[in-house]
């Protein structure tokens, strides 16, 4: 159940997509690999293929080119409909069945793979659970239309959990969201995905997003090229075009601080004296302390965990997150 | 004026015949409604799955607005000539436009991210048609088969001109009823299409689960029946 960590890389071959009627295609000999657990977004402007790319790896569109293979296997060796039940699919909040109770919803492809009432009614109420929709005996027999957008979306995600697919594929599942739902949504989505360990392909237009969810970005710009693959990090600091740069905007510099966090950069002797600067939890990002800092027009932030005071972060150390050690 | 006071006891006194006239008028109805089904809800229910058709769902609702009901019954059988066979056709081509066009437009009209969604979750076409389509396009599918149906058993009327039978053997009978006969008789057609529309109104919410309830009753685009 959710404790098995079933799991399988995704890999691209050369995956071409030229839809009938276009001489252009939407995506164009993607060669990619993304390993088991992987948590992948693929980010790029409307028209980049990034939902083409998607909607290939569970054959919702098929291929016009190339190959994408999941944990070795080509996806044309399995039927569509046997494929996409070993893969769990989340879209915008509008992808719940209204008709359907929370525990219906969520029991559609374990019900359609035959599984006993039971059972169904149990994975329900541990991934409602799961997802933070707690006891679940409260949630699962509401419709949809009871729920806010946030419990919406956490449905959903458990629904794609459902039958425990070792690939997840979401396509731009936030996308609806107001941006403090938004940010809860993504933390627990986060945690869920660190828990859970599944191959996650995620498609957002939001570049910030993005660097938050992903271990691995995908940029692809318009005509379907992969502009780039990499970690965050890597893009931050080395993007590898000027769409690249241009896609990761102004505050690139900015955002790659978002990459750490005060657990990171705060120096961890004790105090002899505390400053009177801004307590901020260990957990907070780097760009939203110096933020803090900067507000406040404070030196620097204190890291805290629970009530205790953990170290000093001075302006210095924030704006040079990897090279805590040499500012200290 | 008269002839309405006196439909009063008209009906009293001829209970059992009005019965029995409402009985035929009935079963006929029903047999052209549910071939009428037979005929439209598979089409209506494969074109809207493959959301093709627009063009024949939208020219069978322009005809049967276009045409007088009455019109088209009288205008085909003068072509073929009396008989309840030919009364039965007049009006299964009555129905089947409303319910073929309705039935297409609440399949077709089923937002395409729930069916994406459902494809993407590995339903086979068959299991989206069943579990999603059809019952999200329950309630306006209904309404197609309750204007069928009002249209059919008001329309049935006329059979008595073919000699179909039916309560229009009271209504055109003057002769051996009296006006107050065919006051009462038309008052008894206008309160078995009432009847009938209430009577499928209660089958849609017999039939619908809860949730597909609560859909209707949410939408705006399908009037709850």
Redesign the interface.
Known sequence: MIESRESLGITFEKATKVYPGTSAPALDGLDMTIEAGELVCLVGPSGGGKTTALMLINRLIDLSSGDIRIGGTSINDLGPIELRRKIGYAIQQTGLFPHMTVGENIGVVPRILGWDRARIRERAHELLELVGLSPADRWVRRYPGQLSGGQQQRVGIARALAADPPVMLMDEPFGALDPITRTTVQDEFLAIHRAVGKTTVFVTHDIDEAIKMGDKIAVLKPGGLLAQFGTPAELLTAPADDFVESFLGDERGLKRLALFTLADVASSEAPGTTPPWPRLPESTTVRAALSAAMAERAGGVLATRGDDVVGLAPLDALVHPDLPEAVA | MDAFLKAGPFMAENFSLLLEKTGEQLLLSLVAVLISLVIGVPFGLWLGHVHRGEFLAVSLTNIGRALPSLALIAIFIGLVGIGYANVLLALIILAVPPILSYTYIAIDSV?R??T?????????PL?VLW??EV??GLPMAFSGVRTAAVLVVSSATLAAVAGGGGLGDVILNQVAYGIEGVVAAALWVAALSILVDQAIALLFRLVA?P??K??AA?STSAPAV
């Open positions: 937002d991210d729930l994406r969604a459902a494809r993407g979750m590995g339903l086979t299991e579990r999603i019952p999200l689960s949730g597909v609560r859909v949410q």
